[in-house]
């Protein structure tokens, strides 16, 4: 499995995942015109630079999170997706989500975001497909997720469900 397993810092100091190439996919979503020369390309085999997914996520206005731990976290994922704008020889990330398992039968879903320019195209819906299937491929068949109340019925539309079966999430945090 390609994943994120080696991380270094680039000559010009810009933490970086593993540097390997694209592994492009078709884009099921509409994109609007000012987008229309470019392509949206997603990965799981490409270089992250860690500042400019904290772009990313400042652009949706998440908190700002400690870039080692942000590595750390990316690092130990079992899957990392990535969604690119890629226009001539110029990449742009405009969307990225990764996903923790035990390997075999679970999978939680985290850190899905597009970037606002981006949303309400599909390519939100086209991002969470491509992970999905990566999972599957990989024989998950219990696929988790933790939404903010304004993206439910986005999870929903795409077959997610509220307390299945009657199972409530427990949490624990420090003190």
Not at 34 to 57: G, M, N, P, Q, W
Not at 108 to 125: A, C, M, R, S, Y
Not at 150 to 155: D, K, L, R, T
Request: charged share 25%.
């Amino acid at each position: 499995m390609g994943f994120w397993k080696t991380w270094f810092n680039n000559p010009d100091g810009v933490a970086t995942t593993q540097k390997t190439p694209f592994k492009e996919q078709k884009v099921d979503a509409t994109v609007n015109s000012k987008v229309s020369s470019a392509r949206i390309v997603f990965s799981t085999e490409r270089e992250i630079d860690l500042y400019e997914l904290e772009e990313l996520c400042d652009a949706v206005g998440w908190s700002r999170r400690p870039l080692r731990k942000v590595k750390k976290a990316i690092e130990h994922s079992f899957l990392v997706a990535s969604m690119w704008q890629v226009r001539g020889n110029k990449k742009r990330l405009i969307g990225f989500a990764r996903a923790t398992s035990d390997h075999a039968f679970n999978a939680t879903i985290w850190d899905v975001v597009v970037h606002p320019e981006f949303q309400n195209q599909g390519l939100g819906k086209a991002l969470m497909k491509y992970i999905l299937k990566q999972l599957r491929s990989e024989e998950i068949s219990n696929v988790t997720l933790f939404a903010d109340p304004h993206v439910v019925e986005f999870y929903k539309g795409l077959g997610f469900m509220s307390d299945p079966e009657g199972i409530k999430g427990m949490f624990w945090y420090p003190r």
